[in-house]
């Protein structure tokens, strides 16, 4: 089903942007594991809308609640369930769109596949769905660093054409958190978010890379062949809204290399342990984790709805001039933080568990 994601460790996630609530079931969780609600309710409130002057002003304070699984506070080993109710929908602002396919967006495929959409906000194709993996991608992380010290960061790498050269091992997450933008460096962050401004007062929008760093995953996690690790992360990311490219290591950029500058030698450390000493591989390779950083990149379209006049056609296949209304993201990429970094720990902890049964 394509609302389900994960082999050991799986999620389904449910609901539309302005439907009632927003969710997730997580089955496979092992028992007996401490959950911190207050995380799971800190991821959420990373992600969610009206938290800065540059993202949409949907004031929603998606507020958790567990349903099922738990039992004073920690997990049975059976099914949980997580919900978030929408507070703050304001489906009037789609009204005059209902009939119109917004340029970029899914009202199209949507109408073409099911032979019915839910226009109110986009529905299931709105990124509002993600609260069910970032809900989900907080316990996995929990129970990452939990068992293996496994540590999660994402922070933003582009804004357009504004990039920071910082390095990953100097990322930490008080220096992401530290502005709006969610960008480590403070002087590219100012100059991004002046550009998201720009755009949002131009009625347009702006893309970027969101990179994840993955520290301390211990070698051999992750599949050969087909469910190579970086294919399995390459789906998790491509399925978050507005994604549309996704790399890892040196990615594209390996192209211009040589095999002499590019290959990662191997060395012995201090402890005895086998590393690397350049990381080019991003710590995969031949699709299983070599104990390095695990370092991925997701490229994020503008964001579809801007507001300004477009051409477009109605359902009548009509050709129409239209203008959006609404409250929308100049720039997701931002919010998309901590979307990346759950969905990254939704594949690792799920390749943890498939490692465990194998070597049982």
Same mark, same amino acid.
């Given at each position: 089903?394509?609302?389900?994601?994960?082999?050991?460790?799986?999620?389904?996630?449910?609901?539309?942007?302005?439907?009632?609530?927003?969710?997730?079931?997580?089955?496979?969780?092992?028992?007996?594991?401490?959950?911190?609600?207050?995380?799971?309710?800190?991821?959420?409130?990373?992600?969610?809308?009206?938290?800065?002057?540059?993202?949409?002003?949907?004031?929603?304070?998606?507020?958790?609640?567990?349903?099922?699984? #738990?039992?004073?506070?920690?997990?049975?080993?059976?099914?949980?369930?997580?919900?978030?109710?929408?507070?703050?929908?304001?489906?009037?602002?789609?009204?005059? =769109?209902?009939?119109?396919?917004? &340029?970029?967006?899914?009202?199209?495929?949507?109408?073409?596949?099911?032979?019915? /959409?839910?226009?109110?906000?986009?529905?299931?194709?709105?990124? /509002?769905?993600?609260?069910?993996?970032?809900?989900?991608?907080?316990?996995?992380?929990?129970? #990452?660093?939990?068992?293996?010290?496994?540590?999660?960061?994402?922070?933003?790498? /582009?804004?357009?054409?504004?990039?920071?050269?910082?390095?990953?091992?100097?990322?930490?997450?008080?220096?992401?958190?530290?502005?709006?933008?969610?960008? &480590?460096?403070?002087?590219?962050?100012?100059?991004?978010?002046?550009?998201?401004?720009?755009?949002?007062?131009?009625?347009?929008? #702006?893309?970027?890379?969101?990179?994840?760093?993955?520290?301390?995953?211990?070698?051999?996690?992750?599949?050969?062949?087909?469910?190579?690790?970086?294919?399995?992360?390459?789906?998790? =990311?491509?399925?978050?809204?507005?994604?549309?490219?996704?790399?890892?290591?040196?990615?594209?950029?390996?192209?211009?290399?040589?095999?002499?500058?590019?290959?990662?030698?191997?060395?012995?450390?201090?402890?005895?342990?086998?590393?690397?000493?350049?990381?080019?591989?991003?710590?995969?390779?031949?699709?299983?984790?070599?104990?390095?950083?695990?370092?991925?990149?997701?490229?994020?379209?503008?964001?579809?709805?801007?507001?300004?006049?477009?051409?477009?056609?109605?359902?009548?296949?009509?050709?129409?001039?239209?203008?959006?209304?609404?409250?929308?993201?100049?720039?997701?990429?931002?919010?998309?933080?901590?979307?990346?970094?759950?969905?990254?720990?939704?594949?690792? =902890?799920?390749?943890? #568990?498939?490692?465990?049964?194998? /070597?049982?």
């Amino acid at each position: 089903m394509s609302s389900q994601f994960g082999e050991c460790f799986k999620i389904s996630t449910f609901g539309e942007s302005h439907g009632d609530a927003v969710g997730v079931v997580v089955d496979g969780c092992p028992g007996n594991f401490e959950i911190s609600l207050e995380h799971i309710q800190a991821e959420l409130a990373r992600r969610k809308p009206g938290q800065s002057a540059i993202s949409t002003q949907r004031k929603e304070p998606d507020e958790v609640e567990i349903l099922s699984g #738990l039992f004073e506070g920690r997990t049975l080993g059976t099914p949980i369930a997580l919900l978030v109710w929408n507070r703050d929908a304001r489906s009037k602002d789609y009204g005059h =769109m209902k009939d119109v396919y917004r &340029p970029s967006h899914a009202d199209f495929t949507y109408q073409e596949k099911y032979g019915i /959409r839910n226009w109110k906000g986009g529905g299931r194709a709105s990124a /509002r769905e993600t609260i069910g993996r970032v809900a989900a991608g907080a316990i996995a992380k929990q129970w #990452l660093k939990a068992e293996y010290g496994v540590e999660i960061l994402g922070f933003v790498r /582009r804004v357009h054409q504004l990039e920071t050269q910082v390095s990953g091992h100097e990322v930490t997450l008080e220096r992401v958190e530290s502005n709006p933008v969610r960008c &480590p460096d403070a002087a590219a962050a100012a100059e991004m978010e002046d550009a998201i401004r720009a755009a949002r007062k131009a009625g347009d929008s #702006l893309g970027g890379v969101v990179e994840v760093i993955v520290r301390h995953a211990p070698a051999g996690w992750g599949e050969p062949v087909f469910d190579k690790l970086e294919a399995e992360l390459g789906k998790a =990311m491509l399925s978050i809204p507005a994604c549309k490219g996704f790399e890892v290591g040196s990615g594209f950029a390996g192209v211009l290399m040589k095999g002499s500058e590019h290959n990662d030698a191997f060395y012995k450390d201090d402890t005895g342990t086998v590393r690397t000493r350049t990381n080019f591989s991003g710590g995969i390779q031949g699709g299983i984790t070599n104990g390095e950083d695990i370092v991925v990149r997701a490229a994020f379209k503008p964001t579809a709805t801007i507001i300004q006049d477009q051409d477009s056609v109605n359902e009548e296949h009509q050709e129409v001039t239209f203008k959006a209304k609404g409250r929308h993201d100049p720039c997701v990429v931002p919010r998309a933080v901590p979307i990346c970094e759950a969905m990254a720990a939704l594949v690792l =902890m799920d390749q943890a #568990l498939r490692q465990r049964a194998r /070597r049982a």
